[in-house]
Structure formats: C-alpha cells, structure tokens
C-alpha cells in the first residue's frame, strides 16, 4: 500500500542480471490540467494501479498548457486493460483521436511509453 506510490522522482542505480551497471529512472505520473479536466498525460498503467489498490499516488502536475491535448479525453469507466501482448505497435491505435504533432515526446526523460 506504500511502495513507490508516494515517492518522487528517484534515479536508481544497480546492476542487471549480467552484473552490468545500470540506470533506472522513476518519475511520478504527469497530470495535465486543461481547465477544470485533470488528465493523465504520463502514468496511466501507475495510476490504474494505485486506483485498483484504493492508495493515492504523488504525481506531477502541469498547469497553464497552452498547447491542447495530444488525443481525445476519456473517463475511467471507458477504459480497459489489456494484455502488453496485444499492446497495439501503431500510435494511432493507442489513443483515441491523436493529434501525433501535438504528442508529448518524452524519450528525453528516459520514458519511452
């Protein structure tokens, strides 16, 4: 019920299975406010997860955007999880509505989503 729910963002060095070092990056989820919507623009799977435990989670909230939202907005309810076997390769089947020149690209940060 605790865990990494309510850290912030954390670099964690180690080594991986071959005894190579290595680097991992945790960022909160990034939540955007588009007037008085709150929208997940980074960590859904993290936030479905603490919602799915009853826990709050920290997050990273972005405020004043100037630029709209990447994709259409959808409520909780007209979501589903589905297998990462069956996670769609094209961008255009894993949003809804995208906008791909509005997309926030954030492979800079280490998040490759």
């Known amino acids: 019920s605790s865990g990494i729910c309510e850290l912030g963002a954390w670099f964690v060095f180690g080594e991986d299975m071959e005894g ?6 945790y960022l909160p989820p990034i939540i955007e406010r588009h007037g008085k919507r709150l929208v997940i623009m980074d960590g859904i799977h993290r936030n479905y997860i603490a919602m799915q435990f009853g826990v709050s989670i920290n997050a990273i909230l972005v405020e004043n955007i100037y630029i709209p939202f990447p994709c259409s907005m959808r409520n909780w309810d007209e979501l589903s999880v589905i297998p990462l076997a ?9 949003y ?5 020149e509005l997309f926030r690209d954030l492979k800079y940060l280490g998040i490759d989503g």
């Open 20 to 25: 190579t070092s290595s680097l991992s990056c």
């Open 86 to 94: 069956n996670k769609p390769a094209d961008i255009n089947e894993r």
């Open 96 to 100: 809804f509505d995208l906008t791909k």
